[in-house]
C-alpha cells in the first residue's frame, strides 16, 4: 500500500506523452523570442486540457505524483529547447488541471 503511494509510473509516461503533444503544436525553434497570444494558447491547449483533467480523474494523484508529474514536463520541456518563461508558463497552467 505504501509502496503504491511513491509508484510514479503512470504519471511520468503521461507527461512525456504532453511534452510530445507540446512539442508537437509549439516547435521549441520556432518560438524564440517570440510572444504567444492568450488566444492561441487557449485553442491549441483544449486537447491537452482534457486529457489532463481525464488523467487527474482516472488516476490517484498524491503530492508526490503530481510534483514528479510537473517536475518531468518541466524538464522533458527544457531539455526540447523550450524557452524557461514559457515552460514556467505551461507548468502554471497544468497545476491546477490536476487537482479534482
Request: glycine letters at 4%; zero cysteines; proline letters at 4%.
Amino acid at each position: 500500500m505504501i509502496l503504491d503511494w511513491f509508484n510514479a509510473g503512470d504519471a511520468v509516461l503521461f507527461a512525456q506523452e504532453i511534452v510530445r503533444e507540446i512539442n508537437l503544436l509549439f516547435p521549441p525553434e520556432q518560438q524564440k523570442g517570440k510572444a504567444i497570444p492568450t488566444k492561441i494558447y487557449q485553442k491549441k491547449f483544449a486537447g491537452l486540457i482534457a486529457r489532463t483533467r481525464t488523467f487527474a480523474s482516472k488516476h490517484k494523484l498524491n503530492i508526490y505524483k503530481k510534483a514528479k508529474l510537473l517536475n518531468t514536463i518541466k524538464w522533458e520541456m527544457r531539455e526540447a529547447g523550450h524557452e524557461d518563461e514559457f515552460v514556467d508558463n505551461v507548468i502554471l497552467f497544468l497545476t491546477p488541471l490536476l487537482n479534482k
